[in-house]
C-alpha cells in the first residue's frame, strides 16, 4: 500500500491525542535542551501510567527489571536510552536527545523507606553527571509499593530538604516546587550543582505500584502475605525504615 500524499502539519493534527506518535515527530525538529524535556517529560509520564495500569505483573520484580521495563516503553516512543552508562559512576538511565550534548539522567529505587530515596538523591546530586553541565536534568524515580504513594512521596521532599541542608551535603539554593504535570505524585527541586555552580533540576516521581486486592481471592491469596504484613506492620508504628514486600 502507498503512502498518501499529506503534509507534515495534516499528519501532525491526525496524531495530536497520541502522546507517543505526535511527540516522535516533534522529536525531530526539536530546537532546544528545554524543549526536549518537556517532550520527554510527557513521554515519561505516559510510560509510568502504563506500568502502573497492571500493579499485579510488577509484584515479584527486582528495581533493575522495573527500570529495564520502563526504558524499554521509552525506547519504544523514539527515544535513546541506556542503563549503566558511567558519568561519574554507573547510572540507572541516561536519555539522549539528536544533540549528543542533551542527556536527562536517572536514579530508580524502590521506595521501602526514605533511605533508600535519600542514597538515590545523593547520587543524582553529587556523584552523577549530565554530558553537559549546561544541560543538567534528572529525575529520581520512586516505585512504591505501599500505600498512599501521593503522602510517602511528600514526606521524601520534606527529607529531601533536610538532606540538602546537611553540612557535608551543602546543595545551596535549594527549594522545592510542584509538579504540574503529576499533581501530588511529582515535585520538582532545584539547587545549585556543588560542581558547576550552575541551577540543576531533579524531576521527584511516584510510580503507584501497589496491588493488595481485598475482595475474597485477594484476601486468601497466599501471594499477597508477605505485602499484607509488612503493611500491617508499618501501620502499627514500625516507623519508615519497615520495607515493604518487594
Given amino acids: 500500500m502507498s503512502l498518501p500524499n499529506v503534509s507534515l502539519a495534516a499528519f501532525y493534527d491526525k496524531a495530536k491525542d497520541n502522546p507517543v506518535t505526535r511527540n516522535m515527530v516533534r522529536l525531530f525538529y526539536v530546537e532546544s535542551y528545554e524543549e526536549f524535556i518537556e517532550i520527554y517529560d510527557e513521554i515519561l509520564d505516559f510510560a509510568i501510567a502504563k506500568l502502573q495500569e497492571n500493579p499485579q505483573h ?144 531533579i524531576r521527584h516521581m511516584a510510580v503507584v505500584l501497589m496491588h493488595l486486592p481485598d475482595d475474597k481471592s485477594g484476601r486468601s491469596a497466599k501471594k499477597y502475605e508477605k505485602a499484607r504484613e509488612a503493611i500491617k506492620n508499618a501501620a502499627g508504628g514500625a516507623g519508615d525504615d519497615v520495607a515493604a514486600a518487594a
Avoid at 83 to 100: A, H, I, S, W
Avoid at 121 to 140: D, E, K, V
Wanted: glycine share 6%; aromatic share 8%.
Fill in 58 to 201: 510488577h509484584q515479584e520484580d527486582s528495581e533493575d527489571a522495573l527500570t529495564v521495563k520502563l526504558m524499554n516503553l521509552l525506547e519504544m516512543a523514539g527515544f535513546s536510552v541506556t542503563t549503566g552508562t558511567t558519568g561519574g559512576g554507573n547510572k540507572d538511565l541516561t536519555v539522549r536527545c539528536l544533540n549528543p550534548d542533551w542527556t536527562w539522567i536517572g536514579e530508580a529505587k524502590k521506595f521501602n523507606s526514605l533511605t533508600d530515596l535519600r542514597e538515590g538523591f545523593l547520587q543524582l546530586t553529587t556523584r552523577y553527571r549530565n554530558a553537559n553541565p549546561l544541560y543538567a536534568r534528572g529525575g529520581l524515580i520512586a516505585y512504591t509499593l505501599r500505600p498512599q504513594a501521593a503522602v510517602l512521596l511528600k514526606e521524601w521532599i520534606a527529607e529531601a530538604a533536610t538532606v540538602a541542608n546537611d553540612a557535608t551535603v551543602k546543595l545551596e539554593n535549594f527549594r522545592v516546587e510542584d509538579c504540574k504535570l503529576r499533581p501530588k505524585l511529582a515535585y520538582n527541586s532545584f539547587h545549585t550543582d556543588v560542581a558547576s555552580g550552575l541551577e540543576c533540576q
